[in-house]
């Protein structure tokens, strides 16, 4: 018997034919069993991610300090607050410009993507694995690499501009310029991971849908488009949503590279709690600023659930 | 209905009441908080007890001071075999972020080094994580070694929690060399100064190393134009939560303008925002740079780390308005306390005097860099002609308008907080002086109000 018999419900029975006892006692008690099987993983579950998650719901509605042990009930007083305070919103608005940027990533992801499934290519193998490097790095590495490109005096980014005769820029402390440095920086560990998933996609359309099309005449943009964009319509459905999901919850970039400055120009809303959690001492608002961020994640992640299940059928 | 056995409905309910108990239980480690009494005394292990202590210190960052403090260790578990220290070396800013949850936790070290600000330690010791120390202050005649006003940097609501361990000022810096190159003047008076850095600019020398990725160096730059043009009074008054000064003073607005003044002029490294204080400092100590206004605390790194420490020189930042006495921003660099916590604090307190207050310990300090906060001789110790100056630096505030405060960084979190984003944009000329008040006075009522 395969581990899937095995552990798969019972079938419905017909009322005139009830099913035998043994086998009913074997199916509740290959259930039970299922049951023990998942209590490690549960466990962990239930320890680390559910029972914090409950914890800091309970602390939004408190003014916990994170220092003292008293802590009072105040309702909904913190998530009145958060309401009317505009760092929280700009913050959410630069995590929103922040999902904006890596769709660029994602278009570079898609030439990249066309490319290596192009058939004139070679060494497809290493130049697959040599543009996918950035996305297996940590982080805090790139955050600490690009801050040294970004350095107004010494990095070698300004040293070309000004090898080209051009003025050197100071990236990460114009309020203009350093939110889209950050993003650049993002960007580049995330156009190799976006590359993967699409080429993933376009290897998997059939390829006599474009010798059809040649045949009827089709040109190269035209198959594009009638073919190819909706061959990895799940694939571009897939990374829009995990860009929302990923870049709402950003959070070591903007800490290792700007603090969230110049000013709050590179503040998003993680930091922002980060800041009111462990640099301010404003738990109990921190969790309300976390919560909020939370149930955003959770809309956006339902959303791409039906939207891939509307696909799928 | 037949009856379920008792081993029948644990096979059934028994994964759900284990995961649940084993959650409970993991979730619960960590969340026991220890007493201690409100005396200040332990009510625990005595001087003598066996005991393990552990220590946090704030040198971290600071590479020169670790091997002083490992010694002194050295020589008190010598003298008490009974005792074994475990020392934990963190940067300030790591230690800032953990401390306070470690501590809260009943899980932080028996004795540690913190700021002694009241936005800092003043914030652990009034939500009772740390020990009073009156008790050992008495003990240990703490009170006859040092000024009243210094130990007294670590006075929370009445009571002593800190033992301040380092004396710390906001002076000049300049690299003596390059102004004899140039043929500038000591930059002894704030005409002086000006006329520096006009010089260096004018030679394509960076006049002042400044960078501010890091937010807190602007309270060094802003605050040094502070303290050189607004009453001592108004100051202190500004920089505590019992105060009643704001930054929309007219005076200390005008104040702020005048360090604005040195980025707009071009004296600063360009695009400080962006540059990280180590890299602004390192461009000074190799000789990229004229000036650098910065605390007694960068002297270790420049004696170890210049390739001719001869060439720098220290003078108290030159006063602005002439009226004023000589006064300089600072305080206290850190103290050591005892976590509430901690069973063994009355050991921890005979460690503290051991290795802060000794003749052995006090030169060594001395010798590494660290200014005493005690009446120490400092004379009976030879060191290096740049250290004799901060000393100088130090007692010249002293012994005139005194030293303030650390401008932004002393009163609140809150302020802190409000200061390390809005002070960029200030220096960065995106927001004006009364805009940058405006943000400081809102978060300084808040904490007012807090309190």
């Known amino acids: 018997m395969s581990a899937d018999t095995f552990l798969e419900r019972p079938a419905a029975v017909s009322p005139g034919r009830a099913a035998p006892t043994h086998h009913r006692r074997r199916d509740n008690h290959a259930g039970v069993i299922g049951y023990w099987l998942v209590l490690p993983a549960a466990t962990i579950y239930v320890a680390f991610t559910l029972w914090p998650i409950l914890q800091t719901v309970y602390l939004s509605f408190t003014d916990w300090n994170g220092l003292s042990p008293a802590k009072s009930f105040i309702a909904f007083d913190n ?102 440095a950050v993003i650049a920086t993002a960007n580049w560990t995330y156009y190799g991971f976006a590359m993967v998933i699409l080429l993933g996609g376009l290897q998997s359309i059939d390829r006599s849908l474009y010798e059809a099309a040649s045949v009827d005449g089709a040109g190269s943009f035209s198959q594009f488009v009638h073919i190819t964009l909706p061959g990895i319509r799940n694939q571009i459905t897939l990374l829009v949503v995990l860009s929302f999901i990923n870049t709402l919850k950003t959070f070591d970039l903007v800490y290792i590279m700007t603090n969230g400055g110049p000013g709050h120009a590179t503040e998003v809303v993680a930091y922002y709690i980060y800041s009111l959690a462990f640099v301010t001492h404003q738990v109990g608002y921190g969790a309300a600023a976390a919560v909020v961020l939370t149930l955003i994640v959770l809309v956006i992640t339902v959303v791409f659930l039906r939207l891939r299940e509307r696909s799928d059928r | 209905m037949i009856p379920r056995s008792p081993r029948s409905t644990f096979w059934r309910a028994g994964p759900i009441a284990v995961a649940v108990a084993l959650a409970l239980g993991a979730a619960a480690c960590g969340t026991t908080t220890g007493g201690g009494n409100s005396d200040g005394s332990s ?78 330690l003043g914030e652990l010791a009034t939500n009772g994580l740390v020990a009073p120390l009156d008790t050992y202050v008495d003990k240990y005649g703490w009170a006859k070694k040092m000024e009243p006003s210094v130990l007294d940097r670590a006075k929370y609501d009445g009571k002593r929690y800190g033992v301040p361990r380092s004396s710390e000022a906001v002076g000049l810096f300049y690299n003596a060399a390059i102004f004899a190159k140039y043929g500038i003047e000591a930059p002894t008076t704030y005409a002086a100064f000006l006329a520096a850095a006009d010089r260096l600019k004018a030679a394509g020398v960076t006049p002042i190393a400044f960078g501010n990725k890091d937010q807190w160096p602007s309270s060094h730059l802003i605050g040094a134009a502070l303290h050189a043009n607004t009453p001592m009074q108004t100051i202190r ?45 390192k461009a000074f100590y190799t000789g990229r740079a004229g000036m650098f206004v910065e605390g007694t605390g960068v002297t270790p790194d420049i004696l170890q780390n210049a390739t001719k420490p001869g060439d720098f020189r220290f003078v108290s930042f030159p006063m602005i308005d002439a009226s004023l006495k000589q006064q300089a921003e600072g305080g206290v660099g850190g103290a050591w306390s005892i976590s509430a916590s901690s069973k063994a604090a009355d050991i921890a307190a005979d460690w503290i005097d051991f290795v802060h207050f000794s003749d052995t310990a006090e030169a060594a300090w001395l010798k590494a860099g660290v200014l005493p906060t005690s009446r120490f001789d400092t004379s009976k110790v030879d060191v290096a002609p740049l250290l004799q100056q901060n000393v100088d630096v130090v007692r010249a505030a002293q012994n005139g308008g005194g030293i303030g405060a650390w401008t932004g960084y002393t009163s609140s979190a809150l302020v802190t907080e409000a200061w390390n984003g809005a002070a960029q944009q200030f220096l960065g000329r995106s927001q004006d002086a009364a805009a940058f008040a405006a943000t400081l006075d809102d978060a300084l009522a808040q904490a007012r109000k807090k309190k």
């Open chain 1, 79 to 180: 998530y009145r607050e958060l309401l009317g305070d505009e760092r929280f919103f700009g913050a959410l608005l630069h995590n929103l410009e922040w999902v904006a940027g890596s769709w660029l990533a994602q278009g570079l992801g898609l030439i990249l993507a066309a490319l290596l499934s192009a058939s004139w290519i070679r060494a497809r193998t290493l130049f697959r694995t040599v543009l996918f490097v950035p996305a297996t790095m940590s982080l805090v590495v790139v955050g600490i690499a690009w801050n040294q490109i970004y350095q107004p005096d010494t990095g070698i980014l300004n040293g070309a501009l000004e090898a080209a005769g051009m003025h050197g820029v100071g990236w990460l402390s114009g309020q203009h310029t350093a939110m889209p």
């Open chain 2, 43 to 120: 009510g625990g292990l005595k001087v003598g007890d066996k005991a393990t202590l552990t220590v946090v210190s704030q040198f971290g960052d600071n590479a020169a001071l670790q091997p002083v403090l490992t010694k002194l260790n050295e020589a008190y578990e010598a003298a008490h075999p009974e005792v074994t220290v475990t020392i934990q070396f963190l940067s300030a800013d790591d230690e800032q972020k953990t401390l306070p949850t470690s501590l809260a936790s009943g899980s932080g070290p028996d004795i540690f080094d913190y700021d002694a600000a009241e936005s800092a």
């Open chain 2, 237 to 281: 008054s500004l920089e505590s939560l019992d105060g009643s000064a704001t930054w929309a003073d007219s005076g200390v607005q005008a104040s702020m303008e005048i360090a604005r003044t040195w980025a707009a002029n071009g004296y600063l490294t360009s695009n400080f925002n962006g540059v990280a204080f180590d890299d602004a400092f």
